[in-house]
């Protein structure tokens, strides 16, 4: 199991490198002004948190 793991890892590491300049190009360029940038660029560094979020908000079961 952790060979598999192991072997994993590289593949992840670039789907995650690929989302986060997808992701820094996306909230850059809707940015208004300079600091909107900045927090864009922050923004892309967390994105796989609101993916995961927002992923688990639609799959829970209704209370």
């Known amino acids: 199991m952790k060979d598999q793991i192991k072997q994993n890892a590289p593949v992840s590491g670039a789907v995650y490198g690929l989302g986060l300049i997808g992701a820094a190009i996306y909230y850059i360029s809707a940015a208004?002004?300079?600091?909107?940038?900045?927090?864009g660029?922050?923004?892309?560094?967390?994105?796989?948190?609101?993916?995961?979020?927002?992923a688990l908000k639609t799959m829970a079961p209704p209370a």
């Open 32 to 39: 208004t002004g300079f600091w909107m940038g900045v927090l």
């Open 41 to 54: 660029f922050l923004k892309a560094l967390v994105w796989p948190v609101f993916l995961v979020y927002h």
